[in-house]
């Protein structure tokens, strides 16, 4: 029987070899479906109202800008673009302790705190002055929001098989689309404060988003379990029932122990750069669209109120493409392939906005409404990181990774809107079309990598002895071995 290396053994393992004396008949009486819903109707609404609430007080800035926030702090030239850099630059430099600290510290505590600060954050943003006091809160924002992909990737990875992920990836992700259409009505409903308040309607609207956010933030601290052994709506045998079928995914659970050689492996990992150049081409159109979307609008001929209203078509195109790849995965797998079908409506999108006359709003509106497609591969993407790095501390880099070559593009987006360019902002609009064709042929390449490496290990192990007892054979699938160390690790595409 094989055997683990006592600090390297993950705390399924352990969990498991605890509880082995749970009787066969009463794992096996375990209802799987059953067992799948009661962990979704538990984890996934306040994972996803984490999710909505982080894009939401992320672009609400966007909303600022038509409110009335660049003339009462006086910004001038690029420093409305340098205020979106600055939260997305924070945001990467924030993924460097993350990759430890989430490795260290339980991943439910970790995302339910920087919930709560940040929601503090973007309450206190009501109380800036100038250009310089806002980018400060923006940075701490950024810092703050960091831990939220890579958290909720973790965390969805222990409860679900590879196949069950990506549907469940893109539920919480939806808070991306519903956070569009909700920043819309949010921004409408505030214009409407009068104008001889105490407070302008952007300032309320901060400091009403921010309570709610830490109020979702506590929720998530003492309800989100960091890990299935800690699940208290679990019973003991639906623990190990859970436990025995995600061990086909070969990634482990929980493992404190930060090995460095996992870093360094990672580093080396072809599959890690394309997934975050890809992740970062993609985002290059999510920093765009994020940050200058109402803008874009307004630039045509709208009014404020009627570029938040105008914006919200957006969220249904999100929230549509985002269910479509989410369960078209689940049922037909292909990811490479739902990935580059996404990017095309982003290139139709970024082609309508860069080369339509200025005076055709319906085709500008259709083109922002398009690029908002690609949003659905970054759930995507996601999960992919999370079925094809094993090993805890691997994982875990690999994570914050993928998060920070997010940040990269998001930095690179509103960077291509420059006061030169404006109103029409052509170069801006250029870049969707050139990253998003660029995001849909590395997928494609992803595709040829996955495709040859797993034909490579199936013809080395064409040698190995398959005879060895299942206990021997889970042994080696909490080892906590990177997908690399582990002969009988294959790859998802």
């Known amino acids: 029987m094989a055997t683990v290396e006592s600090d390297k053994q993950d705390e399924a393992w352990r969990f498991l070899q605890d509880h082995a004396g749970v009787p066969h008949a009463e794992i096996d009486g375990v209802d799987l479906k059953k067992l799948r819903a009661k962990i979704d109707w538990h984890i996934l609404p306040l994972m996803f109202c984490c999710y909505t609430l982080q894009f939401i007080d992320k672009v609400m800035i966007n909303y600022a800008a038509v409110m009335g926030i660049t003339t009462d702090l006086k910004l001038v030239g690029n420093e409305f673009s340098n205020v979106g850099t600055s939260f997305f630059i924070a945001y990467l430099i924030a993924e460097v302790p993350n990759t430890f600290l989430l490795q260290k510290l339980p991943a439910g505590k970790w995302l339910g705190t920087n919930v709560i600060l940040w929601g503090i954050v973007v309450a206190a943003t009501a109380g800036v002055n100038n250009y310089t006091t806002l980018v400060v809160a923006r940075v701490f924002l950024g810092l703050f929001e960091a831990t939220i992909g890579p958290s909720l990737m973790i965390i969805s990875s222990h409860y679900y098989t590879k196949s069950e992920q990506a549907p469940r990836f893109c539920l919480w992700y939806l808070g991306l689309g519903v956070g569009q259409i909700l920043g819309g009505i949010i921004s409408f409903a505030f214009q409407h404060v009068s104008a001889h308040a105490s407070l302008s309607g952007w300032q309320l609207m901060f400091i009403v988003l921010g309570l709610v956010t830490s109020i979702v933030g506590s929720f998530t601290f003492f309800f989100v379990p960091d890990t299935p052994m800690a699940a208290r709506f679990l019973t003991e045998v639906e623990k190990v029932a859970l436990l025995k079928h995600i061990s086909t995914n070969k990634t482990g659970v929980r493992n404190t122990k930060f090995q460095f050689k996992q870093i360094i492996e990672a580093l080396w990992d072809p599959q890690l750069w394309l997934l975050a150049l890809m992740v970062m081409l993609q985002s290059v159109s999510s920093g765009v669209v994020t940050t200058y979307s109402s803008t874009l609008i307004r630039n045509s001929g709208f009014s404020p109120k009627e570029s938040a209203l105008l914006n919200m078509p957006s969220g249904i195109v999100s929230i549509f493409f985002t269910l479509l790849v989410g369960f078209g995965i689940r049922h037909s797998s292909n990811r490479w392939a739902w990935v580059f079908m996404c990017s095309i409506p982003g290139i139709i999108g970024g082609g309508l906005m860069s080369f339509l006359p200025s005076w055709n709003t319906a085709g500008l509106l259709i083109g922002v409404y398009l690029v908002n497609a690609i949003v659905a591969p ?98 080696v699938d909490w080892a906590g071995s990177t997908d690399r160390e582990n002969t009988s690790f294959r790859y998802v595409y």
Do not use: H
């Open 378 to 475: 970054l759930p995507v993407i996601y999960q992919w990181t999370a079925a094809n790095c094993a090993g805890y501390t691997k994982r875990a880099f690999a994570s914050a990774l993928v998060a920070g070559s997010f940040s990269v593009g998001n930095i690179i987006g509103p960077q291509t809107f420059q006061a030169k360019d404006a109103p029409n902002y052509r170069p801006a609009k250029i870049a969707v079309l050139a990253t998003q064709a660029a995001a849909g042929m590395l997928s494609i390449v992803l595709f040829g990598y996955y495709l040859w490496e797993n034909k490579r290990r199936d013809a080395r192990d064409n040698t190995r002895v398959t005879n060895e007892d299942e206990s021997s054979i889970n042994a």
